[in-house]
């Protein structure tokens, strides 16, 4: 059917960022070949799946039966089943130190594989947890005093390769090459980023900044802390999210450690 007016600003702008996209590469790799060759070369999904069973299998293996980690492999397992349904929107309340991270990431693993969805894009609203969010997915700890001894055995998680790190605060010392220019337009397994960096794309026209719009077509978006998206702009960044699950095969999985209060 016909796209309703309101949504054609969103299909200009993914027209838009995958001439925006195509223009780039092109220009790279006939001005600078060497960066051009240093692209991609990520693990699949598949692969990084593999890595994150095997991770949590050990994880909970190694967990002593308390009540909360009962409840914390509850919580694994419904996300993991549902992740069989079919692509759409869906919520995961969980309560701090359910294990609500590691838990949207299996839904997201699952549901990527099982509809053929080509990314993991992790929206947080606080840098200090991106960074603490990120180092899990890369090493499987955030403990700094562990990832050097994590490395050296090769036990990592995901490994720095198929994580990119997108926010300000990240220290361009501690990127490599091939992270750079993932940030550019989001062209690898897992993203990282502020929610503030992926609405802002949603709604950019600057060439640069939309780069990376089109490949959040058939992505798995997670929103953390859904809560914190600001009132004033509600109505607006619901819409996109609407018109990528409607259009552009995204979808949503909206968490929140805060549950809504029952109303009459």
């Not at 967990?63 to 692509?87: F, G, H, M």
């Not at 838990?103 to 947080?124: C, D, G, Q, V, Y």
Request: hydrophobic residues 40%.
């Amino acid at each position: 059917g016909k796209l309703p007016e309101e949504h054609l600003h969103l299909w200009i702008r993914m027209l838009f960022s995958c001439l925006v996209d195509a223009d780039f590469l092109d220009t790279e790799m006939f001005m600078e070949p060497e960066k051009a060759e240093s692209r991609g070369g990520h693990a699949s999904l598949a692969a990084l799946k593999k890595r994150f069973d095997a991770y949590m299998e050990r994880k909970v293996s190694e967990a002593e039966d308390s009540l909360i980690n009962r409840q914390r492999r509850e919580i694994l397992e419904q996300c993991r089943r549902k992740a069989a349904e079919k692509p759409g929107f869906y919520t995961l309340t969980v309560p701090t130190g359910g294990g609500k991270t590691l838990s949207s990431m299996a839904f997201a693993l699952e549901h990527a594989l099982a509809h053929n969805k080509r990314r993991i894009i992790m929206a947080i609203p606080y840098t200090s947890i991106i960074e603490q969010t990120a180092k899990v997915f890369k090493y499987g700890t955030d403990d700094e005093s562990r990832i050097a001894e994590i490395l050296a055995a090769g036990e990592e998680l995901f490994g720095e390769d198929n994580v990119v790190e997108h926010h300000s605060n990240l220290d361009p010392d501690k990127e490599d090459a091939r992270s750079r220019l993932a940030s550019e337009n989001w062209d690898a397994p897992v993203i990282v980023t502020t929610a503030v960096q992926f609405f802002e794309s949603l709604f950019s026209s600057k060439p640069s900044r939309c780069r990376k719009l089109h490949n959040l077509a058939k992505s798995v978006v997670i929103l953390d802390e859904a809560q914190m998206l600001p009132i004033r702009f509600l109505i607006p960044c619901v819409q996109a999210l609407q018109e990528l699950s409607a259009n552009y095969g995204a979808t949503l999985l909206l968490c929140t450690a805060t549950a809504v209060p029952a109303t009459d």
